[in-house]
């Protein structure tokens, strides 16, 4: 059973930038995707970033051009760049992993991320 664990959130001004970093228990290089989700206050949860084993990438609309995910086989850890925070990234968020895509996933625990105006 592979566990994830996420770090680096925290609360920020708008403006700023943080890394978030999910950590996997074992090799990640046999998931065909890793995603970023989070869930704001009072909405269900979204998918923000995926990278795929390929290293294609794909993005929410309202988070392209500030954030970038990347995966290190190496390290068996994705990773979240947020650039350019604002306060509707204020959520909790979550590391999921598939070794199929369509596939079941894997869960994260999730880190807080609060972005302040």
């Known amino acids: 059973q592979v566990q994830l664990v996420e770090s680096g959130g925290g609360l920020v001004q708008a403006g700023e930038s943080l890394r978030l970093s999910c950590a996997a228990s074992?090799?990640?290089?046999?998931?065909?995707?890793m995603n970023w989700n989070r869930q704001a206050p009072g909405k269900q949860r979204e998918l923000v970033a995926r990278?795929?084993?390929?290293?294609?990438?794909i993005y929410v609309e309202s988070v392209k051009g500030r954030f970038t995910i990347s995966r290190d086989n190496a390290k068996n850890t994705v990773y979240l760049q947020m650039n350019s925070l604002k306060p509707d990234d204020t959520g909790v968020y979550y590391c999921?992993?598939?070794?199929?895509?369509?596939?079941?996933?894997?869960w994260g625990q999730g880190t807080q991320v609060t972005v302040s105006s």
């Open positions: 999921s992993a598939a070794q199929l895509i369509g596939g079941p996933l894997y």
């Open positions: 074992g090799s990640i290089s046999g998931f065909a995707v």
């Open positions: 990278i795929f084993s390929s290293g294609r990438t």
